[in-house]
């Protein structure tokens, strides 16, 4: 009475056996990422809005003199990969092999939610991505463009 065929899922294999597992495994790693990467940077100490806009406007006056005086720009410090650019990249990269995982899940003809689930997991990742690169940029811009509207104020004219 109590044969294998009675119960559900004993002859199957292991999930992690198979391919759409793996793609839901990258898209959420890559989902948590996105989302570490967005909140990260706001736990690490920074000076406050003001010394940093001050910063901002002593290089741009700095940098407007020099040209003034026709003198050449410093040579730019080379920055190392920090931590936070690491995750910038690896988040979308994550997210891309959830793709491709997924489509190979299809392909196989394996569980469709597990290839569903990680393909649609990873396109969050991407597109979550895409969404906060889009407003750090625009963010950016609204601060250069009042930056540039108070360009009187900084030369103290």
Known sequence: ????????????PSPLRQWGAWAVLAGVAGLVLVFVQIVG???????????QIGEIAGEIRRSAWRSFFGLSAPEPEP???TAWAALAIAAPLLGIAALVLAAISAIARENRRYAAYGASLGA????????????LLIACVVLLVAIIENM???FGI
């Not at 009475?1 to 199957?12: K, V, Y």
């Not at 940077?41 to 010394?51: F, K, M, N, Q």
């Not at 969050?124 to 906060?132: C, D, K, V």
């Open 1 to 12: 009475m109590n044969s294998q065929a009675e119960i559900p899922g004993a002859g199957d």
């Open 41 to 51: 940077p706001t736990l690490e100490p920074t000076p406050s809005v003001g010394a």
């Open 79 to 81: 920055s190392a990969l």
């Open 124 to 135: 969050a990742a991407i597109t979550f991505q895409f969404i906060w690169l889009v407003a």
């Open 152 to 154: 009187g104020d900084i």
